[in-house]
């Protein structure tokens, strides 16, 4: 499988924009699927969105505000968010997954995924 660590994260205001990137190494990730999640203090970590080659799929509290990509050829994998609320506040994980092969896989949080990164807080202020 492969190595994944994330960068991007800082304190912001809410209405900010914010991207997150998840790079990659050990593997090219044209084969995985992957997605971001979150964990919030006190809280489960839970599904933010995920990618399998060209499908994506966003959990309902971020769509139409966050949008997750890839570049190949970079080996990074982006959570581009907008419009950010405090809500939003949470350490944000990339994982990924050679072996799965859709995004509803990638965001039923008892699917056992491969890989994860380290976690990056992000800190919406209001």
């Known amino acids: 499988q492969v190595n994944l660590v994330e960068s991007g994260g800082r304190v912001v205001q809410a209405g900010d924009s914010l991207t997150l990137t998840c790079d990659a190494n050990?593997?090219?990730?044209?084969?995985?699927?992957i997605g971001w999640f979150r964990q919030a203090p006190g809280k489960d970590r839970g599904f933010v969105a995920a990618?399998?080659?060209?499908?994506?799929v966003y959990e309902d509290s971020v769509k139409g505000r966050f949008t997750i990509s890839r570049n190949i050829g970079k080996n990074t994998v982006y959570l581009q968010m907008n419009n950010l609320k405090v809500e939003d506040t949470a350490v944000y994980y990339c994982?990924?997954?050679?072996?799965?092969?859709?995004?509803?896989?990638?965001?039923?949080?008892?699917?056992?995924?491969?890989?994860w990164g380290q976690g990056i807080q992000v800190t919406v202020s209001s």
């Open positions: 050990g593997d090219t990730l044209r084969r995985y699927s």
């Open positions: 994982a990924a997954d050679r072996w799965i092969t859709s995004v509803r896989a990638m965001c039923d949080m008892s699917t056992p995924i491969a890989s």
């Open positions: 990618i399998s080659w060209i499908t994506t």
